[in-house]
């Protein structure tokens, strides 16, 4: 069968991930939040740079390496600058950074994450919340959120999981997950009846 629309949405993290791991001044494991504030430290002809994280029952912080031992040319002069000045953008990108908190060997806080859907693709017809036979959602995951993808499928058509499920035996949608590209794919094989949506 041929689609006629693709429509690509990805899903993005609206904040820092917050982290877990054991709290000096708590003496026990706790939540810690991104501070969005760099420490820049100049050793000689090294550099080690850090994102402060910081509990939220005791404010101790906890710094997890960026750079460590680092030649200052190594390092692209726009993030030099940027850490120096705390960039908030940059703290971010670091803070919804899934390979950086594996190199840190810190445990992402997955069960608080606030995440929302971007719309790659315009719709040319004026319906953009409406779907129909034929369509493609193609829905990427770079972030590599942990989330269910039935959870995820449910929220884009805007039905109740169990809903989801009862589409996929009836044939009206097709899902496949491709885990290693991070994405899923829905086919619609048949139009959505008013009775599909809530």
């Not at 950086?100 to 004026?126: C, P």
């Not at 884009?156 to 097709?174: C, D, Y």
């Not at 496949?176 to 899923?184: A, D, M």
Request: charged residues 30%.
């Amino acid at each position: 069968m041929s689609y006629l629309r693709k429509i690509e949405y990805r899903v993005i993290p609206e904040e820092s991930f917050e982290i877990l791991r054991n709290c000096a001044g708590c003496g026990c494991k706790a939540t810690f939040h991104n501070t969005n504030s760099f420490r820049v430290n100049a050793n000689g002809n090294k550099v080690d740079v850090w994102l402060i994280y910081q509990c939220v029952r005791c404010k101790h912080t906890s710094n997890l390496t960026i750079y460590e031992r680092r030649s200052p040319k190594s390092i692209l002069q726009d993030e030099y600058e940027k850490f120096l000045s705390n960039s908030k953008e940059l703290a971010f990108e670091y803070g919804t950074n899934s390979q950086f908190f594996a190199r840190n060997r810190v445990e992402v806080d997955w069960s608080h994450i606030k995440y929302a859907f971007k719309r790659e693709t315009s719709l040319m017809d004026g319906n953009e919340q409406l779907f129909h036979k034929g369509d493609l959602l193609v829905i990427s995951n770079s972030y590599l959120l942990k989330i269910r993808s039935d959870k995820i499928v449910s929220e884009i058509l805007n039905v109740t999981r169990s809903k989801m499920k009862e589409m996929e035996r009836l044939g009206i949608i097709n899902v496949t997950e491709k885990k290693q590209e991070h994405k899923i794919i829905i086919k619609l094989d048949r139009e959505l009846c008013n009775e599909d949506t809530i």
